[in-house]
């Protein structure tokens, strides 16, 4: 399954993860996050029958590599986002979106319940991001994060109802 898709910019395609793709998103993975996971931890995941996800890539000749990924994990009709990412340069042109609305199109098919997620208070793209998708705040994790930027920060967890 492709699902080409255009932005304001340039040509996009989301397709689902696959093990293969675990170094590629490992990579990403490591632009943005304190603790970034290995290519092994991702294929370990990707590995898994619970888990799925989506990568975008831009559309042209040859192989191109994802510069987005989103990866989640349903199980018993709840799912969480266990990591989103989009690549710095292609940020702000609807590919987070797109990816989380894969995720939640995936879930409706599935007819799971509800989608979770833990994201650190002060990620301010991430936050806006949700919100627009429906995400509402469902709990608090004081000092769940540390960064070097903000000390210790803390991670809201929000739900989407999928029903
Ligand atoms: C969060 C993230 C995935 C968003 O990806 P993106 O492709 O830039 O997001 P989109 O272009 O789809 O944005 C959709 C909407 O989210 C909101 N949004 C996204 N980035 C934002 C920002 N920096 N500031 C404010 N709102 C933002 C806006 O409402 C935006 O719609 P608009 O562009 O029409 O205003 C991206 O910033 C990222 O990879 N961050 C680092 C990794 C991360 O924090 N992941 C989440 C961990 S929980």
Known sequence: MRIPFLTSRRDYA??????ADAAAISALHRED?????????????????TVFGFTAREVGQGAKPPVGFVL????????EILTVAV??????QGLGWQLMDAVLRNLHAERAEALFLEVDETNVAALALYRRLGFREVGKRPNYY??????????????RDLR
């Open 14 to 19: 989301l397709e689902p993860l696959s093990v």
């Open 33 to 49: 996050f304190v603790r970034p996971w290995t290519d092994g931890e991702f294929a370990t995941l990707l590995s898994q029958d």
């Open 72 to 79: 989640a994990r349903l199980a018993a009709g709840e799912a």
């Open 87 to 92: 690549a710095r340069t292609h940020r702000r």
């Open 146 to 159: 540390r960064s070097p930027e903000h000390g210790p920060t803390g991670a809201l967890v929000m739900r």
